[in-house]
């Protein structure tokens, strides 16, 4: 069993740290050849050139920072060092980068996976992680085996822009959530709260799973009626909050973000609907 790591950030280190413990032989390449030391101290081995790495293994595992890396990567090679291969490519980028690098891998024979890891680093190879792959389904039960050393399996269909896709829409959903909480927890810090302190209260307050399962089939009938919330309602309460973080010295400008967003919902008539409202807007 064999596979090939491109890309030694603290995910691709993680990833072929997980093959090397499940007893593949791991080939790697980095363009700092410096972060392949530890790996190959463990047994992997350090491949001198792109081509090198490439041949080496069916399966070329890509962790790279985008789609542009990927290119610049890749492009040092021989077409010829791609065909045959199978690219796992658990590049973060967009849906329609990712159509295109799988037409363009097709171009030299090589057929691309599109992965998006759902864990940090730490998470991969434990129990409960899992990455959204997309692509031929074939090729991925081919490769089932070696896949699942990292995460398990979400598959999500053959579009290779659907693993990219969902990845974004959890990544937007990941980073909005965390600024509200560092935003509140900024609040929180103006006023002698420490964050050990309001640690269960946060906790609790983004736990959103019952606001999830309550307003997903609305959203889904596109029913926004105000019987439980209303937009109007909204607007009250976050300009409190925006006016609280500004007289405790705080950056208002997220929730005031937000603020805004609902302003534009109730002029578009939804002051009376629910807050589920604001999809038709955020789309327009």
């Known amino acids: 069993m064999n596979v090939t790591v491109v890309g030694l950030g603290p995910m691709g280190q993680a990833m072929a740290g997980a093959y090397l413990s499940g007893g593949y032989e791991v080939t790697v390449w980095n363009r700092t050849p410096a972060k392949a030391d530890e790996l190959v101290a463990r047994g992997a081995r350090r491949a001198g050139s792109v081509e090198e790495a490439l041949t080496a293994s069916e399966l070329v595992v890509l962790s790279l920072i985008d789609y542009a890396a990927m290119y610049a990567i890749l492009e040092q090679s021989p077409a010829t060092a791609l065909t045959g291969r199978t690219v796992a490519n658990l590049t973060s980028d967009t849906p329609d980068r990712a159509r295109q690098a799988a037409a363009w891998l097709a171009e030299r024979g090589a057929v691309q996976i599109t992965g998006g890891v759902q864990v940090p ?34 598959y999500l269909g053959e579009d290779p822009g659907l693993a990219a896709l969902y990845y974004q829409i959890g990544i937007d959903m990941f980073w909005t959530g965390l600024m509200g909480y560092l935003h509140g927890q900024a609040v929180a810090e103006a006023n002698g709260i420490s964050a050990e302190k309001f640690l269960p209260h946060a906790i609790k307050t983004m736990d959103f799973r019952y606001f999830l399962e309550f307003y997903a089939p609305r959203i889904a009938a596109g029913l ?8 109007s309602m909204g607007v009250a309460s976050l ?46």
């Open 121 to 154: 680093p730490p998470g991969i190879g434990t129990p409960e992680a899992m990455t959204y792959y997309s692509g031929p389904k074939d090729t991925i039960e081919a490769h089932r085996s070696a896949l699942e050393v990292l995460t398990g399996i979400d």
């Open 224 to 231: 926004h009626e105000g019987d439980v919330d209303r937009l």
């Open 239 to 284: 300009e409190h909050v925006v006016h609280t973080a500004r007289a405790s010295g705080v950056d208002g400008s997220l929730p005031a973000a937000v603020l805004e967003i609902f302003r534009r919902g109730v002029a578009a008539g939804h002051g009376r609907d629910s807050l589920t409202s604001l999809v038709d807007v955020l789309r327009r």
